[in-house]
């Protein structure tokens, strides 16, 4: 059995994290959920919406990702997992999102284990140097200049 994976999150990066994990593992469709919060929805009915997409996958594995914690897509979030077998994560990201699809087939606190290591591990500085990864300019003779 496969977990299922609820994004909630402000319009419309919960549909854009979607479609870029579907980019990469379109098999993936029926596991990953979208679910975008607009500016003006109440709470009530962003709450009843997640509960109709969550559907059956609240008592039978369900990992819900969420934007920012303490803004409305998370405060939904935690009262539809509240009482429920699905655990919440926010500060969802790409890296986050491609480790969880990877490993929606293992149990739900091993799911949880992974997409957080995914996600932090998918954020770093990443140092950039002329001479190993870019070109210098064909026309630039001025020596005293420094690439940008």
Same mark, same amino acid.
């Given at each position: 059995?496969?977990?299922?994976?609820?994004?909630?999150?402000?319009?419309?990066?919960?549909?854009?994290?979607?479609?870029? &994990?579907?980019?990469?593992? +379109?098999?993936?469709? =029926?596991?990953? #959920? %979208?679910?975008?919060? @607009? *500016?003006?929805?109440?709470?009530?009915?962003?709450?009843?919406?997640?509960?109709?997409?969550?559907?059956?996958?609240?008592?039978?594995?369900?990992?819900?990702?969420?934007?920012?914690?303490?803004?409305?897509?998370?405060?939904? &979030?935690?009262?539809?997992? +509240?009482?429920?077998? =699905?655990?919440? #994560? %926010?500060?969802?990201? @790409? *890296?986050?999102?491609?480790?969880?699809?990877?490993?929606?087939?293992?149990?739900?606190?091993?799911?949880?284990?992974?997409?957080?290591?995914?996600?932090?591990?998918?954020?770093?500085?990443?140092?950039?140097?002329?001479?190993?990864?870019?070109?210098?300019?064909?026309?630039?003779?001025?020596?005293?200049?420094?690439?940008?």
């Amino acid at each position: 059995m496969s977990n299922r994976i609820l994004i909630i999150a402000h319009a419309p990066l919960a549909q854009a994290l979607r479609d870029c &994990a579907m980019h990469v593992y +379109a098999e993936c469709a =029926a596991d990953v #959920i %979208a679910l975008d919060v @607009l *500016p003006d929805a109440q709470p009530e009915d962003t709450l009843a919406q997640a509960i109709d997409a969550a559907g059956e996958a609240l008592n039978n594995g369900l990992l819900v990702l969420t934007d920012i914690f303490g803004a409305t897509p998370a405060n939904v &979030a935690q009262k539809l997992v +509240a009482g429920s077998h =699905a655990k919440l #994560i %926010a500060g969802v990201n @790409l *890296p986050m999102l491609f480790r969880s699809v990877c490993y929606r087939h293992e149990p739900l606190d091993a799911l949880v284990a992974r997409a957080l290591t995914g996600g932090t591990q998918g954020v770093m500085q990443v140092a950039i140097t002329a001479p190993h990864n870019q070109n210098g300019r064909i026309h630039d003779h001025d020596l005293n200049h420094h690439l940008q």
